[in-house]
């Protein structure tokens, strides 16, 4: 269930972050979800091994290359997904993966139970 949530609070998050941001075209709330689902798929098969074999440029840049990671996923969910998923270049890649970062922890703050002692 849980899961589920987390899917579409980062479909809502995409939908705001397409309409504000310049460079980023989503079709519809059926795109927004593939979206999420790709992109969700993408952090938890690629990200790990894009992560391995960069690992000395990310030690070297003491974290900051994982901004990179962050915007080719985001870029190759578009090359994946198609014509329903656009963006412009990396720097809209980058500004799109920083911010979707932001509203998906505040977003995912509100699942978060809490525990009653």
Same mark, same amino acid.
């Given at each position: 269930?849980?899961?589920?949530?987390?899917?579409?609070l #980062?479909?809502?998050?995409?939908?705001?972050?397409?309409?504000?941001?310049?460079?980023?075209?989503?079709?519809?709330?059926?795109?927004?979800?593939?979206?999420?689902?790709?992109?969700g798929?993408?952090?938890i #098969?690629?990200?790990?091994?894009?992560?391995?074999?960069?690992?000395?440029?990310?030690?070297?840049?003491?974290?900051?290359?994982?901004?990179?990671?962050?915007?080719?996923?985001?870029?190759?969910?578009?090359?994946?997904?198609? #014509?329903?998923?656009?963006?412009?270049?990396?720097?809209?890649?980058?500004?799109?993966?920083?911010?979707?970062?932001?509203?998906?922890?505040?977003?995912?703050?509100?699942?978060?139970?809490?525990?009653?002692?």
């Amino acid at each position: 269930m849980k899961l589920i949530l987390k899917v579409l609070l #980062t479909a809502i998050a995409v939908v705001i972050l397409a309409k504000f941001l310049p460079g980023i075209e989503i079709q519809g709330y059926t795109s927004a979800i593939i979206v999420a689902i790709v992109l969700g798929l993408l952090r938890i #098969t690629v990200k790990p091994l894009l992560i391995f074999f960069t690992l000395p440029a990310t030690i070297v840049t003491l974290g900051l290359f994982l901004l990179v990671i962050n915007a080719v996923i985001v870029l190759l969910a578009d090359s994946l997904i198609g #014509t329903s998923f656009e963006v412009s270049g990396f720097w809209t890649a980058l500004l799109f993966s920083l911010l979707l970062s932001l509203f998906q922890s505040f977003l995912y703050s509100f699942l978060n139970e809490k525990k009653e002692k």
